[in-house]
């Protein structure tokens, strides 16, 4: 069975990424975990890099997107280097997961017994995040119109892929998109796609300004991935 490779993009998040790396790294299969920071304006790099994980750094934010592309293409080099086995499959990861990242495994599963191109998690407790709904509904309801199947949380970016299913959705859509974007072609091209209820969480977020900023960014980056798949 191929090994599996944990992607880790990362802004701002010096207080959990460590929790995270540490518990991705005891993930059944995992051999190798790697953080992208994108332009943190905190110790998220070094904090990733004492719970053991390779890290890479950008001087200012690319957007989720770039990131995930970042660390997948790190992962690919390492496998090139190897001399044998075939390419990692890639679980990617928030980093705000923190301790409960320790749950992702049932992502795997399915992918390593060739059961499914791609996995996407269903958080079995649901956190509130102020004002997250209205995105949720537009990335849901694009993902319908563009293939008529509607997952159960379409921004949900913990997903563990095949090499192969993740070129298939290269490149990725811009930032907050890139979720509601590989979806839909994964889907087009016929791809496995099988959800996976998970006892994982995010951080809680509030109603405050820095929080509907990102929002907004948010339901921008998804209506533009829509806007190109739609047209």
């Known amino acids: 069975m191929p090994e599996v490779a944990v992607v880790i993009p990362a802004y701002n998040e010096a207080d959990r990424v460590g929790a995270t790396v540490a518990a991705a ?4 299969g995992v051999d190798v975990v790697v953080v992208v920071d994108d332009g943190s304006r905190d ?7 004492e719970a053991g994980a390779r890290t890479l750094r950008y001087a200012r934010n690319h957007g989720k997107g770039m990131a995930m592309m970042v660390g997948a293409r790190e992962v690919a080099e ?24 320790a749950c992702a495994g049932p992502l795997i599963g399915p992918v390593a ?4 191109d791609m996995t996407i998690a269903v958080f079995a407790s649901r956190v509130k995040l102020a004002g997250h709904g209205f995105v949720v509904r537009l990335a849901g309801s694009g993902i319908r119109r563009a293939t008529g199947w509607t997952p159960a949380q379409p921004l949900n970016g913990q997903r563990c892929l095949t090499r192969a299913a993740f070129e298939a959705a290269c490149p990725l859509a811009r930032g907050f998109g890139v979720e509601t974007a590989m979806t839909i072609d994964l889907r087009r091209k016929g791809m496995r ?10 951080r809680a977020t509030g109603a405050d300004l820095p929080s509907q ?13 829509l806007a190109t798949r739609l047209r």
Not at 43 to 49: K, L, V
Not at 83 to 96: I, S, V
Not at 113 to 116: D, I, P, Q, S
């Open 213 to 225: 900023l990102h929002r907004a960014r948010q339901f921008a980056d998804v209506g533009l991935a």
């Open 78 to 101: 390492l496998d090139r280097r190897r001399p044998a086995g075939g390419p990692r499959h890639l679980l990617f990861l928030d980093a705000d997961l923190g301790v409960t990242a």
């Open 25 to 28: 790294r005891a993930l059944p």
């Open 43 to 49: 110790a998220t790099a070094a904090a990733a890099r």
């Open 193 to 202: 796609i099988v959800e996976v209820e998970v006892e994982m969480a995010h």
């Open 113 to 116: 017994a060739g059961e499914a």
